[in-house]
C-alpha cells in the first residue's frame, strides 16, 4: 500500500479550500437556526429532550445522540429555546467538519476529505434545512472510516481491529441504507488499488458487515424500518413489471437537471473517463450502483412526494460519482485549474443552499404569525383544508414548532400551541378539555410539560381564523 501522503494533494489549497467549505455550512446553520431547528423532526426532539431531559434517540439510530449533546447540555442549563435551537443546528456541521477534519488531519487523506465536502453540499438544497436525518451523519461515518482502512490496510495490530469492529456496528445503526454506501467505496477501493489493499482482512471486512446487518435485522427490528421493507415489498409486487414508468423517475430527472446538476455532470465526466481509459469494471460499478439504488428508493417511495424528504436519500450518489473523481480524476488535472473548479463549485452551492431558506423561512413566520392573534387563549386548532399547506409541507410538528416559537416570542413567559391536522374527529374529546397539550401522537396533560419552558396554563382549544 503507498504511504498516506498518496491521498493528498501536491498543495495544502484544496484541503483549506475544504475547511472554508466545511465551515461555510456552519456559518449558515448558525444564521439560519430557525429554518432548521424549529422544523418537524428537530422540533419535535427538542420538545422531547426539553420534556425528558435526556437524549433522543429514534428507531435505534443510535449515531443520533452526537448532534444532541450540546442542546441537551443547554437545557440542563437553562438556555433559553434560541439558545438551544441554534446550537441544535450547528451540532450537525460542527460533526460533519470533524469528519473532516479528522480525515484530512489524521487519517491524511485529502480525498476523501473532499468526499465529505461533495456529501454535504453537491446533492443538498432542501436537505440542508431538514438537517436531522441520520443517514447524512453515517454518510459521512462511512468515509472517515474508509479514510482509516485506506491508512491501515493490513489491520495488524489488535486495537485496530477492535476499532473496525465497533465502527462496522455503529455504522449498520446509524440508517438502513448506509451498507449500500459501504459496500460500494469496498468494490471501489478493491478494483482500484486490487493486491495493494485486497488479502484476507479486506475480505473479512465484507463479511462483517454483512453479519452485523443480519444481525441488526433480527435483533433491533423497529416498526418504522419494517413499515419501510413492508411499503418496498408491496410496490414490488403491485408495479411489476412497469417499474420504469413511477412517477419518481421524473421528478429526480428534473431535479437533477435544475438542482443537483453536479451528480449529472460528474457522472457524464466519470463515464466518459472510464470509456477512454476502458475501464470498464469501474464504469459497470459506477452505473449499476446509481441505477440499482435509485430504483430501490423509486421503488420504495414511487410518488417521492416530498423533496425535502426525499432528497437526503440521493446524498449518496454524491459518494458514487464523487469519490472516483476525486481519486481519479482530479489528481490528473493541473492545480490551478483543479483549485478553481473546487472553488466555484463550493461557492455556488454555498450560494445555492443560502438562497434557499426563504420557504423555510415562511413556515415558522406563518406558525409565529399564527399564534400571535390579538384574540386571548392559547391553544388553537386548523385543518389542513384551512391550513397553507404548500407553505407548511406537513403538519404533524406544528403544535411542537408553536411552542418553541411561542416560547421565543415570550421569553418563556408564556406559550401557546397550534394543532393542525388533516381530521380534527379523533381528537373532539381532547379538544372539550381545557388542560391538555395535543398532538398528532400523543395527548400530554398541560402539567406533564416542562413548567420553565412550556408554561402553557389552561384553557380550551379555539377554531384558529382560516385566513391566519
Known amino acids: ?92 456541521p460542527l460533526l460533519f467538519l470533524m469528519f473532516y477534519t479528522v480525515t484530512v488531519r489524521v487519517l491524511r487523506n485529502d480525498f476523501l476529505g473532499w468526499a465529505i465536502v461533495l456529501l454535504y453540499t453537491l446533492i443538498v438544497y432542501d436537505a440542508f434545512y431538514w438537517a436531522t436525518s441520520e443517514q447524512q451523519q453515517g454518510l459521512g461515518a462511512v468515509l ?10 493490513r489491520q495488524e495490530k489488535p486495537w485496530m481491529w477492535a476499532l473496525s469492529a465497533f465502527s462496522v456496528v455503529a455504522l449498520a445503526y446509524y440508517h438502513p441504507l448506509i451498507f449500500i454506501s459501504f459496500y460500494f467505496l469496498w468494490a471501489y477501493f478493491g478494483l482500484h488499488f486490487r493486491a495493494k489493499i485486497q488479502g484476507w482482512a479486506y475480505w473479512a471486512l465484507a463479511g462483517f458487515m454483512a453479519i452485523v446487518q443480519g444481525a441488526k435485522s ?32 421524473g421528478k429526480f430527472l428534473s431535479n437533477a437537471l435544475t438542482i443537483w446538476y453536479g451528480f449529472p455532470l460528474l457522472l457524464l465526466a466519470l463515464t466518459l473517463f472510464y470509456v477512454y481509459r476502458r475501464h470498464w469494471l469501474k464504469l459497470g460499478l459506477v452505473w449499476l450502483t446509481c441505477f440499482g439504488y435509485l430504483m430501490l428508493l423509486h421503488i420504495g417511495s414511487p ?6 424528504y426525499v432528497e437526503v436519500n440521493y446524498m449518496a450518489l454524491s459518494i458514487f460519482v464523487g469519490v472516483p473523481f476525486l481519486f481519479e480524476m482530479a489528481p490528473l488535472m493541473k492545480k490551478q485549474q483543479r483549485a478553481y ?55 404533524w410538528g406544528v ?11 415570550t421569553n418563556g413567559q408564556q406559550v401557546r400551541t397550534l394543532l393542525v391536522h388533516p381530521d380534527l374527529k379523533p381528537f373532539e374529546k381532547e379538544l372539550k378539555q381545557d388542560s391538555v397539550f395535543i398532538t398528532p401522537f400523543k395527548t400530554y396533560p398541560a402539567e406533564a410539560l416542562n413548567p420553565d419552558y412550556f408554561p402553557i396554563g389552561d384553557g380550551l382549544y379555539k377554531s384558529l381564523p382560516a385566513d391566519k
Open 1 to 92: 500500500m503507498q504511504q498516506p501522503s498518496f491521498f493528498q494533494f501536491e498543495t495544502p489549497a484544496p484541503r483549506r479550500l475544504g475547511y472554508l467549505g466545511m465551515i461555510g455550512l456552519l456559518v449558515l446553520a448558525g444564521v439560519f437556526y430557525r429554518e432548521r431547528a424549529w422544523m418537524l423532526d428537530i422540533a419535535f426532539q427538542t420538545f422531547l429532550m426539553i420534556n425528558d431531559g435526556t437524549v433522543q434517540v429514534m428507531v435505534n439510530r443510535f449515531g443520533s445522540a452526537l448532534v444532541q449533546l450540546l442542546p441537551l447540555s443547554a437545557i440542563k442549563l437553562g438556555a433559553p429555546v434560541e439558545v438551544i435551537s441554534l446550537l441544535y443546528s450547528v451540532s450537525f
Open 144 to 153: 472517515v472510516f474508509f479514510a482509516y482502512w485506506l491508512r491501515y490496510p
Open 218 to 249: 433480527w435483533l433491533s427490528a423497529n416498526w418504522y424500518d419494517n413499515a419501510k421493507y413492508s411499503s418496498f415489498s408491496d410496490n414490488l409486487w403491485k408495479y411489476f413489471p412497469n417499474y420504469f414508468d413511477l412517477p419518481a423517475h
Open 303 to 308: 410518488e417521492s412526494e416530498h423533496r425535502f
Open 341 to 395: 473548479l473546487l472553488a466555484g463549485l463550493l461557492a455556488f452551492r454555498l450560494v445555492a443552499i443560502a438562497l434557499h431558506h426563504k420557504p423555510f423561512e415562511a413556515r415558522w413566520r406563518w406558525v409565529e404569525q399564527a399564534i400571535a392573534t390579538p384574540e386571548t387563549g392559547n391553544r388553537f386548532y386548523l385543518t389542513e383544508r384551512e391550513a397553507p399547506m404548500d407553505t407548511l409541507l406537513m403538519s
Open 399 to 409: 403544535p411542537y414548532e408553536s411552542l418553541l416559537i411561542s416560547n421565543a416570542q
